[in-house]
Structures are given as C-alpha cells and as structure tokens.
C-alpha cells in the first residue's frame, strides 16, 4: 500500500518568514495530493490539492509543488502570520481498485508562527 | 464553518453504554467516511459509504456500527467501548469515491471511554 513521510515533525519559524513542509510518497500511481491544515478542537480542514497532471498551485500564500519523478511534494507558506500556526497533513491518493481508493497521510507537522 | 456536522461534539460514556454519534452533510456527497485520530496522529479511516453502501471496512472492531440511512447522514453506533478507544471520531465527505476528489471533514466529535 501507500506509505507517505512527512517532514519535520515540528517547524518554528519568525512572523513573516516562509514555511516549506515537505512529504514523499511511495505508489507511483498516486495521483491526488491534498494538504490538511488542524487547529487545535478542529477537524483537518482542506487548504489547498494538486493533482499529478500538475506541477505547481498557488493560491495566495499558500502554494504546493509536485515531482513526480521523485515522489515528492511540498506546502510552502510565504509570509507567515499567527494565525497560520497549527498542524498540518499531506495526503496522498491511489487509483487502487475502484471503492478502494483513499486517502493515506503523513504524520503531521506542528507549525509555530513567532510573533 | 465546516459544511460537514458531527453531533455530539464531547461525548463521555462508560464501557457498558451505547450511544450513537451523528454526521450530517448537505453538499450533495455521495461518499462518506467515518475516521479515527488519536492525539498527535493523522486520522485513521475506519468506514467508507458509496451512496449509501458500505464500500470499506478497515477491520474495525464490531464495537463500532456504521449506518447510512440516507445520502446526507452517517451514523457511528457504539457498544461496549474500551479506554483505548478514546479519540477523536472525524466524519468526512466527498463529491464521490474517485480518488481525486477532496474529502470534507467536520470537527469531529471527542469521546472519552471511562
């Protein structure tokens, strides 16, 4: 099945600053790739996805990166505010056999805004 | 606000009790899921429903009870729970079961198994 790495664990980083998270995947046919932002008492709330036939999306600060040559993917948040401290989760998806396909996450990220 | 509602938000029940926890969506998802995250873990899927059936079944302990009695409701019935089984119980949804579609999560309701 799907194994998706995440990394790091924990990211501190100065208001203003520029976050990067980054996850591999192991299924080459994996071809859907939403990030999770967690706040504490939420539910994970989706904030941005790419697809495989896609190597860039942007929207606003938010953007992610896709190689799928090397079987990784990245969140990157420029400008970092306060309130973009959380946890957050890739995910990865596989065509598997049709009512077979899910999600399988990575391990999360705790992000720190400094004010 | 989720679009996606899960009831009770706090649920805290002996091992002997049964209760009953509720997802409603009205986005018009024909696929919905029932997840299970511990602290300081990613949700783990327990149940899939495609349009109104059961799809998949993560081995999950016979304790727990999925129910689907329409497009816009899942239930998750629980028996005889044990501690471990304390969590956060994450119910989602999406547009279908096509591996590229974004799934929707509620906020999830919090049980504590005493």
């Known amino acids: 099945g799907e194994n998706v790495e995440q990394h790091p664990s924990t990211l501190s980083v100065q208001e203003g600053d520029s976050a990067v998270i980054k996850c591999t995947y192991s299924d080459s046919a994996s071809n859907y790739f939403p990030w999770y932002k967690q706040e504490l008492g939420k539910g994970p709330q989706l904030i941005i996805d790419i697809r495989s036939n896609v190597g860039e999306k942007k929207d606003q600060r938010i953007a992610v990166t896709l190689n799928k040559t090397a079987k990784h993917f990245s969140l990157h948040i420029t400008e970092t505010q306060p309130e973009d401290s959380a946890v957050y989760f890739c995910a990865a998806s596989s065509p598997a056999n049709f009512g077979n396909e899910k999600l399988t996450f990575g391990t999360g990220t705790r992000l720190t805004i400094i004010p | 606000d989720t679009e996606v509602t899960q009831t009770p938000k706090h649920l805290v029940m002996g091992m002997t009790n049964k209760k009953s926890l509720k997802c409603e969506q009205h986005m018009g998802h024909r696929a919905m899921y029932w997840y299970k995250q511990k602290a300081k873990k990613p949700p783990e899927l327990m149940f899939v429903?495609?349009?109104?059936?059961?799809?998949i079944n993560e081995s999950v302990p016979s304790r727990f009870s999925p129910e689907c009695p329409n497009s816009s409701l899942l239930n998750l019935h629980l028996h005889a729970l044990q501690p471990e089984d304390s969590a956060l119980y994450l119910c989602?949804?999406?547009?279908?079961?096509?591996?590229?579609?974004?799934?929707?999560f509620g906020d999830g309701t919090r049980l504590s198994i005493l």
């Open positions: 429903y495609s349009y109104e059936k059961l799809s």
């Open positions: 989602a949804s999406s547009q279908d079961l096509r591996g590229s579609q974004p799934q929707h």
